[in-house]
T-cell receptor, first 113, second 112 residues
Framework: DAKTTQPPSMDCAEGRAANLPCNHSTISGNEYVYWYRQIHSQGPQYIIHGLKNNETNEMASLIITEDRKSSTLILPHATLRDTAVYYC????WGSGNTGKLIFGQGTTLQVKP | EAGVTQFPSHSVIEKGQTVTLRCDPISGHDNLYWYRRVMGKEIKFLLH????????ESGMPNNRFLAERTGGTYSTLKVQPAELEDSGVYFC??????????FGQGTRLTVV
C-alpha cells in the first residue's frame, strides 16, 4: 500500500501557483519524497524529489516540513498543460527496495483558463 | 537522447492468444521495471531487472506472465494465454543506479 495520502482532486487557475499537498506521517529517516505526474494516458513523468531540504528545479518546488511528515509540491505558474494526476511517493533505495515505486491514487489537478 | 520506448503502443487480442510487449530502456540504464494499470485501479509494480537478472518479481500476477531481458538491454513481457482481466496499460521504466526512473509511453493491451 502507498505510504502517502493526497487529496483526490484540486483545481487551479491558469497562471496561478498550484500547491499540491501530501501527507507521509510514517516516513522513515532514509526515505525520500518523490513526485511524479501522469498527463492523460502518457507514462508517468518524474518531477522532483527531496529528503529534508526544500528543492527547486525547472519544473517545480518541493517544500518538506521540518518533521518530514508532509510536503507540498508547488507549480509556480500553472498552465493548461499541467493538468494531470500528480503522485507523491516515498521510498528509500536499499533495504530491499531498489527503485520499486508504489503509486497511490494521486491528486488530479485540473488547471482552468 | 532517446527515452524509454515501448512497442506496440496498442494491442487488441482475443482471449487465449499470446501477446509480447517490448521495452527498450534508455541506453546505459541497468534498472528496468515493468508496471501496469488496469481500468480504474492504481499503477502497480510488476517486476524489476538489474541488467539481465530479475531482482524483484513480486508483482507478477501469475505464471501466465513471463518477462525476459536477454543481454541486459531490451526487455519483453509475454502474456500467454491472455485473459480478459489482463487488459490495461503496461508501462516500462528504466533508471541508472539510485537515480529517478524514466517511463515509456506505455502499451495499451485490450483482451476481447
Amino acid at each position: 500500500d502507498a505510504k502517502t495520502t493526497q487529496p483526490p482532486s484540486m483545481d487551479c487557475a491558469e497562471g496561478r501557483a498550484a500547491n499540491l499537498p501530501c501527507n507521509h506521517s510514517t516516513i522513515s529517516g532514509n526515505e525520500y519524497v518523490y513526485w511524479y505526474r501522469q498527463i492523460h494516458s502518457q507514462g508517468p513523468q518524474y518531477i522532483i524529489h527531496g529528503l529534508k531540504n526544500n528543492e527547486t528545479n525547472e519544473m517545480a518546488s518541493l517544500i518538506i516540513t521540518e518533521d518530514r511528515k508532509s510536503s507540498t509540491l508547488i507549480l509556480p505558474h500553472a498552465t493548461l498543460r499541467d493538468t494531470a494526476v500528480y503522485y507523491c511517493i516515498v521510498y528509500a533505495w536499499g533495504s530491499g527496495n531498489t527503485g520499486k515505486l508504489i503509486f497511490g491514487q494521486g491528486t488530479t489537478l485540473q488547471v482552468k483558463p | 537522447e532517446a527515452g524509454v520506448t515501448q512497442f506496440p503502443s496498442h494491442s487488441v487480442i482475443e482471449k487465449g492468444q499470446t501477446v509480447t510487449l517490448r521495452c527498450d530502456p534508455i541506453s546505459g540504464h541497468d534498472n528496468l521495471y515493468w508496471y501496469r494499470r488496469v481500468m480504474g485501479k492504481e499503477i502497480k509494480f510488476l517486476l524489476h531487472f538489474v541488467k539481465e537478472s530479475k531482482q524483484d518479481e513480486s508483482g507478477m500476477p501469475n505464471n501466465r506472465f513471463l518477462a525476459e531481458r536477454t543481454g541486459g538491454t531490451y526487455s519483453t513481457l509475454k502474456v500467454q494465454p491472455a485473459e480478459l482481466e489482463d487488459s490495461g496499460v503496461y508501462f516500462c521504466a528504466s533508471s541508472q543506479g539510485a537515480a529517478e526512473a524514466f517511463f515509456g509511453q506505455g502499451t495499451r493491451l485490450t483482451v476481447v
